[in-house]
């Protein structure tokens, strides 16, 4: 069932390059071609909740997240939602199923007001065709989703809760850890906390069970969506060698 949205007013020009250039697959793409993709772009606004497209739904491209966060997800049994990934700005998903010419596996919502561009699967073949950089940049980034979800998978099969939890707080470390001035270190989580349990393949009472633990041996305390790290060396000896590999989004 495709869903329909109402496109934005369009967006200036310069503002769309502007953005696209802080894409990473994009931002080395000379201004003329950059100028090329921006003119082909298309932007759509999500309110919180709102569904940009459902599994099994056609590709005709992908998505690049301007602003607010994406949740990728699946439906599992009795309702329960199973999410997959969550990308926020400068992320971009839907590539790998574009070039199959096959349906969406998965279904996409907005976890909070959002926009997203959207790039169509023309655009982007002809660019592979024109510019080796370029092809070589996509195929990493998709190379490294796969790592990731492999990296998931590993972690579902063989860390416990609390060394899911620590290595995802890990993970947020490079780039979203600030220190605060009485030593600890503050972290936000880029999503609720309900969404994080799915995202870990855990209950939403797991993960608090969790949380309460580790504050319990004084390793963290928590407030709401964010995390105060007070032992840095203690949570790293309960966490899995694979903490360490690139961040999963």
């Known amino acids: 069932m ?17 953005l696209l250039r802080n894409v990473p697959l994009f931002s080395l793409l000379e201004d003329e071609t950059l100028t090329q993709v921006a003119e082909a772009a298309q932007p759509v606004v999500l309110e919180r909740d709102q569904v940009l497209f459902f599994r099994g739904d056609a590709s005709r491209g992908f998505y690049v997240v301007v602003q607010g966060r994406i949740k990728l ?11 997959i990934e969550t990308v926020g700005p400068g992320g971009t998903f839907g590539e790998a199923v574009m070039f199959l010419r096959q349906p969406y596996p998965v279904n996409t919502a907005a976890l909070t007001p ?3 561009l959207f790039i169509p699967r023309d655009v982007i073949e002809r660019l592979l065709d024109a510019n080796r950089d370029f092809c070589q940049r996509m195929l990493a980034g998709m190379a490294m989703r796969l790592r990731s979800l492999i990296h998931d998978i590993e972690t579902y099969s063989v860390c416990s809760a609390t060394q899911r939890v620590i290595g995802y707080l890990l993970q947020l470390l490079p780039e979203a850890g600030v220190a605060t001035n009485d030593g600890p270190i503050l972290l936000e989580l880029p999503v609720q906390k309900y969404v994080l349990a799915s995202r870990l393949n855990l209950k939403p009472e797991t993960l608090s069970r969790v949380f309460s633990d580790l504050a319990a041996e004084g390793l963290l305390r928590t407030s709401g969506r964010k995390v105060w790290i007070l032992d840095l060396e203690g949570l790293r000896a309960f ?4 903490a360490f590999l690139p961040p999963c989004r």
């Open 2 to 18: 495709d869903v329909v949205l109402t496109p934005i007013e369009p967006v200036s020009m310069p503002k769309t390059i502007a």
């Open 73 to 83: 997800y699946i439906d599992g049994p009795n309702g329960v939602e199973k999410v």
């Open 114 to 116: 959002a926009e997203v």
């Open 239 to 242: 966490a899995p060698q694979e």
